[in-house]
């Protein structure tokens, strides 16, 4: 599927007028009660019907988004947060009761069955889903946790440390736990431990009062306790909590050794006889830290040669979004942390945000994000919105196999093989590394939501159980043992998208599968690459994984055969 690129157009309005915007409510109302009323007496009117709600679905999901993008992209200004919060509790709360309707007059019209279940089937199952657990009472409650959930990247974007006189944001400092220079690293280690430590208790009492909120939001759906209730929300049709559980093991047993065999060649390489917290991104005196890039502008151009060098269709999609301004790769004070892709439904561009310092973790981000903006590219023209309304677990390893597939091109950023060598090795450690904490993150989310009504002194006894259980034993944390018992804290998942983690695992080891894949035949492995991900959510995620050519499967035995796999390539490149 090497098709050319050629530009996105925005999709024309055929129900609402192109001239209308997202104000009110009462401005909406009228078009989901037209929708509501609407009389469907033949597969025709109910496939043109359809097509009315996406639409509707898509110039309100875009005016969201863009009230999101403007709040992280400036926390400061209060216009911004004012009218994203008038969205949360305004309309979308008004809205959701007619989503339920309309769901029902779907599920119930006797031309549902005429349409073609091999495309539809995966939406429909998602809608009926969703009205099973409608609950009117929940509607209120959710836009409350959607209200603090955001305060989270406000606490977050006002932490900063002060470093040889200059501020810094703790996502621009960590290029200096990069340098050889130990004390330094020591130094800006503390003031970050420091920092965060400072907002620990309030942080806590942010994340008790998601927790309350969610419990409850479970109860009035009938459910035991949120997990359960979650499980069935985010459509996991195709694993369990067992499967969870057995991720778990899978990574403990054969992943854990490999991030040890990892720590234990930077140890060798730094010459010391005790790692601690602020060695595990080192490098040796001698030896300066990766400097990719230096500005924004950089970074974009370099990504798109990098793409380029891929296919022509990558770099494509990235020379569309940088003419359109929908890159936002730098970071700055009152810009909320973390980096994301936001797929734009009506336009179809999406934008990219992160805050890129120029670090080589930057680089992997903006691969990671291109990734995901291809994905959106590939699947603006489906038929439905809900169509391109895909799982994470296939959203993730689009991102992930970008990652991979890009590295023998990241010549494009080193001129010296040296430096290419240890931006390699620097990916697969990520690689490897993320998942255990990914495996952490997620059973103490399984711990946290199965245990209501926790006190704040269990939950620190729990999450240090857990660490301990998914961690080498390597690094010595003396003096920091109140701080790591926060770490927590750091993982913006589990305050503003709780149980989204796994996906990360699950899409991981698939992109591992498909790097493999690659490496055998590139062309046919970035061909099933795009026809996967061309398919958004109208095939079940087994069908999609196995259009792109690998297993959706982490069971301890193929889990194991992937591990093999990335071994063999680190003993490639001279570890033992």
């Excluded at 008790?208 to 409850?216: D, G, I, Y």
């Excluded at 500005?295 to 990504?303: D, N």
């Amino acid at each position: 599927m090497n098709k050319a690129f050629a530009p996105l157009e925005k999709v024309k309005r055929q129900f609402l007028p192109e001239d209308f915007k997202v104000s009110t409510w009462d401005a909406l109302q009228p078009y989901f009660e037209e929708l509501l009323q609407r009389e469907i007496n033949n597969k025709t009117v109910l496939e043109k019907w359809l097509a009315d709600i996406s639409e509707l679905e898509a110039v309100i999901s875009e005016d969201a988004c863009w009230r999101q993008i403007n709040m992280t992209c400036d926390t400061t200004n209060r216009e911004f947060e004012e009218a994203f919060t008038y969205f949360c509790l305004e309309i979308e709360p008004k809205m959701k009761p007619y989503g339920f309707e309309l769901n029902k007059k779907l599920i119930a019209c006797p031309y549902t069955v005429e349409l073609d279940r091999s495309v539809y089937f995966p939406y429909l199952r998602s809608v009926e889903n969703a009205i099973k657990l409608y609950r009117e009472e929940n509607v209120q409650l959710q836009a409350e946790m959607s209200i603090l959930a955001q305060q989270y990247g406000v606490l977050s974007s006002k932490m900063s440390i002060e470093v040889d006189g200059k501020e810094y944001t703790l996502q621009q400092a960590a290029k200096f736990l990069q340098q050889p220079d130990r004390v330094l690293r020591e130094s800006v280690f503390n003031k970050v431990a420091v920092r965060r430590m400072a907002d620990k208790e309030q942080l806590n009492e942010l994340f008790n009062k998601l927790l309350v909120l969610r419990q409850k939001v479970a109860t009035n759906a009938g459910f035991e306790n949120y997990r359960d209730y979650k499980f069935r929300e985010l459509g996991r049709f195709d694993y369990t909590p067992d499967d969870c559980f057995a991720f778990h093991t899978a990574v403990k047993e054969y992943i854990l050794p490999l991030q040890a065999m990892l720590v234990n060649y930077r140890k060798q390489r730094l010459g010391l006889e005790v790692m601690r917290p602020w060695d595990g991104d080192a490098e040796p005196e001698g030896s300066k830290p990766l400097q990719p890039f230096h500005t924004g502008k950089e970074l974009s151009e370099k990504a798109m040669e990098v793409f380029n060098d891929l296919r022509p269709y990558f770099s494509g999609c990235l020379n569309t979004m940088q003419d359109m301004h929908r890159l936002d790769l730098e970071s700055r004070k009152g810009k909320a942390p973390g980096g994301y892709n936001c797929p734009l439904a009506e336009t179809g561009v999406p934008f990219i945000f992160m805050n890129a310092a120029g670090t080589m973790g930057d680089v992997i981000t903006m691969m990671h994000e291109g990734g995901h903006a291809v994905h959106s590219f590939l699947t603006h023209k489906l038929k439905l919105n809900a169509f391109k309304e895909y799982p994470m677990e296939i959203a993730e390893l689009a991102s992930m196999s970008m990652e991979l597939f890009s590295m023998e091109h990241w010549d494009v950023f080193f001129n010296d093989e040296k430096e290419l060598h240890r931006a390699k090795l620097e990916e697969l450690e990520r690689v490897i590394s993320v998942l255990p904490w990914i495996a952490t993150i997620d059973k103490y989310q399984h711990w946290l939501y199965t245990h209501p009504g926790h006190s704040d002194e269990e939950r620190k006894t729990a999450w240090m159980e857990i660490l301990k259980e998914f961690s080498t034993g390597i690094t010595d944390w003396t003096g920091f043992e109140e701080y790591r018992a926060h770490l927590w804290q750091k993982q913006l998942h589990l305050y503003e998208v709780p149980f989204y983690y796994i996906e990360y695992g699950i899409a991981q080891l698939g992109a591992i599968a498909m790097w493999r894949q690659y490496r055998s035949n590139k062309e046919q492995a970035l061909d099933n690459y795009m026809s996967a991900l061309s398919l958004g959510y109208t095939k079940t995620l087994k069908e999609l994984y196995s259009t792109a050519g690998i297993k959706f499967d982490f069971s301890p035995a193929y889990v194991n055969e992937l591990g093999t796999f990335v071994k063999e390539r680190l003993l490639e490149m001279g570890l033992n």
